[in-house]
């Protein structure tokens, strides 16, 4: 009773980190939410997919696409749909009260119940499935280090559709082991395959993560009793409504069912009509901008997955080499994807989020990994403080500023630090009791703390480990400010940011 007290406890405090901000900057214009904004409102007030009409409203962004005479978002469509009952709520409440849904109202509720919200579910999901590689302290690290210290949280809180495809097909991923694993009903195969369908339907890319998934479905149905061709038959079909409805925009929107908003998209036509998607070759530059440099190298900002390596040899020994084996495989796809595409850099962002998808399957060899750590205090401190310089850039970013301009070449210190002592903040809850500054943020960072501080001393037999882990943490982000910055050029990135911030 008292671990599961502990666990809810968690679960709220992340719950509250995720709801707690409102990162929103009008001048910012974001051209990766407000064209799914500007869908979910065509879908309910014009019953159509063009955005003429929001785009003339509230203005253009470089995100959409001029097709047969009208414009379109670029975007796939999944997460616009799963906006409309929320924007369809908003709407209700605000014509109660006399008026109707502003563009800052629409982003709010749209981030809140197609990001946040199944973010949350998904971390329910995850928290008993990483339990299947840890004890439940290395479980617990894993589990925090990816809802408060990966780009999770980033795109838990951007109506930005990179975590929700990966809610879709890590759930898919759970589900499947659920039924060819642990003997549930085959049925579960219909919601396994419906999760997986969605994933491509919300964000194009997830699509890579769904060929070994499928591989590993297929090799345990074929090895198990007969009448295996029920769960082929359950997984294919609770797929066809996603592909369906995939197809259908297409054809809508762009004349034909493999027609995508990028084949007519004019600001970025030169990226993504060259090779495959956008694929060409694999470039050395983008694969170390993508994993190790300061500005967006996902190792750096993220080192826990470094525990992936020792993690995968683990599940080896355990004998659970079928998940190192397709865990392995969508962190290889994804790792080739993002070295070889030509817009790898992908503009703002807090690493590289067209890979958001890959993190629910890296998260398993990285449980298996804290788990052989936390048998020792010394390799423990090593994966606390790894677990926390993630949490602390994650946790300071999304609060303040999460998106990172390329024009920051150390955006934790030239950005983030140096917004939060500057005494900066966004809109958040704090403001509803009247706190500006850096004052309506100690709520958060109060409650961040706590959550870090007992995920790395659980118990007092794990305060030593974990008091030695929080401090290797600190000297690893003091290491990271002497990274160089971007100069003049980041300088005056840094006056536009702080020049988009919102006055008391």
């Known amino acids: 009773m008292v671990a599961r007290l502990r666990s809810a406890g968690l679960f709220l405090a992340v719950a509250f980190l995720y709801l707690y901000g409102y990162p929103y900057f009008p001048a910012v214009h974001s051209a990766n939410e407000l064209p799914r904004v500007y869908l979910t409102w065509a879908m309910v007030e014009e019953g159509g997919f063009a955005i003429d009409t929001a785009v003339a409203r509230w203005g253009t962004t470089v995100d959409v696409s001029p097709a047969r005479g009208r414009v379109y978002s670029n975007k796939a469509p999944g997460s616009s749909l799963l906006a409309v009952p929320a924007y369809l709520g908003l709407k209700a409440v605000k014509a109660a009260l006399g008026g109707?849904?502003?563009?800052?109202?629409?982003?709010?509720?749209?981030?809140?119940?197609?990001?946040?919200?199944?973010?949350?579910?998904?971390?329910?999901?995850?928290?008993?499935f990483l339990r299947r590689f840890a004890d439940e302290d290395g479980a617990r690290l894993a589990w925090l280090g990816y809802a408060l210290g990966s780009m999770a949280m980033t795109y838990s809180i951007l109506f930005i559709a990179h975590q929700l495809s990966a809610v879709c097909i890590g759930s898919a991923y759970i589900l499947i082991v659920r039924v060819v694993e642990d003997g549930a009903d085959e049925r579960w195969l219909l919601a396994a395959g419906c999760a997986a369908g969605c994933a491509p339907l919300v964000d194009y890319q997830a699509a890579f993560a769904g060929v070994p998934l499928a591989v590993y479905l297929s090799w345990k149905l074929l090895a198990r009793a007969p009448r295996r061709w029920r769960g082929f038959v359950y997984a294919g079909a609770g797929s066809l409504v996603p592909a369906a409805a995939l197809l259908f925009y297409h054809w809508r929107a762009f004349g034909h069912p493999l027609k995508t908003g990028y084949d007519f998209s004019e600001n970025f036509a030169h990226f993504h009509q060259q090779g495959f998607l956008g694929m060409t070759e694999l470039r050395w530059e983008a694969f170390v901008g993508s994993s190790v440099t300061a500005d967006n190298g996902l190792i750096w900002l993220c080192p826990?997955?470094?525990?992936?390596?020792?993690?995968?040899?683990?599940?080896?020994?355990?004998?659970?080499?079928?998940h190192a084996l397709l865990t392995a495989s969508v962190v290889v796809i994804y790792l080739?994807?993002?070295?070889s595409i030509n817009f790898w850099r992908g503009g703002w962002q807090m690493g590289p989020r067209y890979i958001t998808a890959m993190l629910p399957f890296a998260m398993v060899p990285v449980a298996a990994g804290l788990d052989a750590a936390c048998r020792r205090w010394p390799t423990r401190a090593l994966g606390v403080g790894l677990v926390a310089v993630g949490v602390v850039i994650y946790g300071l970013s999304c609060a303040l500023?999460?998106?990172?301009?390329?024009?920051?070449?150390?955006?934790?210190?030239?950005?983030?630090?140096?917004?939060?002592g500057d005494g900066l903040a966004p809109y958040n809850a704090g403001w509803l009791l009247g706190l500006r500054g850096t004052a309506s943020l100690l709520p958060y960072l109060a409650v961040l703390a706590g959550v870090l501080a007992y995920?790395?001393?659980?118990t007092r037999a794990r305060l030593r480990s974990g008091a030695l882990g929080l401090a290797l943490a600190t000297a690893v982000l003091a290491a990271y400010s002497m990274?160089?910055?971007g100069g003049a050029a980041a300088e005056r990135a840094y006056a536009w940011v702080v020049s988009a911030f919102p006055r008391p």
Do not use: Q
């Open 455 to 458: 995920a790395a001393c659980p």
């Open 401 to 420: 500023f999460p998106h990172f301009p390329e024009k920051f070449h150390n955006p934790f210190y030239g950005l983030i630090l140096r917004l939060l």
């Open 100 to 128: 109707e849904p502003t563009l800052a109202e629409m982003l709010w509720v749209c981030r809140v119940f197609t990001s946040a919200l199944p973010a949350l579910l998904f971390l329910l999901l995850l928290g008993r």
């Open 336 to 339: 080739l994807f993002i070295s």
């Open 483 to 485: 990274a160089p910055d």
């Open 304 to 322: 826990m997955l470094l525990l992936a390596l020792p993690g995968w040899l683990v599940l080896w020994r355990r004998g659970l080499r079928a």
